[in-house]
T-cell receptor, first 112, second 113 residues
Framework: AQRVTQPEKLLSVFKGAPVELKCNYSYSGSPELFWYVQYSRQRLQLLLRHISRESIKGFTADLNKGETSFHLKKPFAQEEDSAMYYCALSGLVTGGGNKLTFGTGTQLKVEL | DGGITQSPKYLFRKEGQNVTLSCEQNLNHDAMYWYRQDPGQGLRLIYYSQIVNDFQKGDIAEGYSVSREKKESFPLTVTSAQKNPTAFYLC????????????FGPGTRLTVT
């Protein structure tokens, strides 16, 4: 079974402070991990994926297989980063497809 | 703002009635998904379809039914057997069944009283 854990429901930081949104996973195979973001009154959308090893809007996330973690980080938080963030794990399902398992989400609030 | 559309945005029903939520996509995606979003529980997969005329149960399929008669459409019926139907429902699609990225619709908020 695959499982994603986001231990923080709410994370509040000041503008300019570093941000780290925690994500831990459980999966028996080789994981593919993602961060999705939902800004206020907007659709849920992909923020970044671990296989691309890219930085999007200043955010990065490194897959640590030893710690089974995929924490999302940004060195300096901006007000526009305030949103709900979901960590997701993609795993194989019957028929050869993929299934996304989402964590419970962390609401990031950046205060001035 | 095309891609995936869900209608209506808000839906109110009386307890005991079945209700069908619409999901349409014009992205030519093979796979489509239905999720339920509840506060503190994240997104949970209800049903998914990897190809037309085929669908599988997700993690919380009880009390729900789907059909996939057309590639563009994946309607979800919330039946009277669903014990706690009030929730925010999200539809998503992906290019192929083995694609990692999913594209989400705007959601339908269903309230059952």
């Amino acid at each position: 079974a695959q499982r994603v854990t986001q231990p923080e429901k709410l994370l509040s930081v000041f503008k300019g402070a570093p941000v780290e949104l925690k994500c831990n996973y459980s999966y028996s195979g080789s994981p593919e991990l993602f961060w999705y973001v939902q800004y206020s009154r907007q659709r849920l959308q992909l923020l970044l994926r671990h296989i691309s090893r890219e930085s999007i809007k200043g955010f990065t996330a490194d897959l640590n297989k030893g710690e089974t973690s995929f924490h999302l980080k940004k060195p300096f938080a901006q007000e526009e980063d305030s949103a709900m963030y979901y960590c997701a794990l993609s795993g194989l399902v019957t028929g050869g497809g993929n299934k996304l398992t989402f964590g419970t989400g962390t609401q990031l609030k950046v205060e001035l | 703002d095309g891609g995936i559309t869900q209608s209506p945005k808000y839906l109110f029903r009386k307890e005991g009635q079945n209700v069908t939520l619409s999901c349409e996509q014009n992205l030519n995606h093979d796979a489509m998904y239905w999720y339920r979003q509840d506060p503190g529980q994240g997104l949970r997969l209800i049903y998914y379809s990897q190809i037309v005329n085929d669908f599988q149960k997700g993690d919380i399929a009880e009390g729900y039914s789907v059909s996939r008669e057309k590639k563009e459409s994946f309607p979800l019926t919330v039946t009277s057997a669903q014990k706690n139907p009030t929730a925010f429902y999200l539809c998503a699609s992906s290019l192929r069944r083995d694609s990692y990225e999913q594209y989400f619709g705007p959601g339908t908020r269903l309230t059952v009283t």
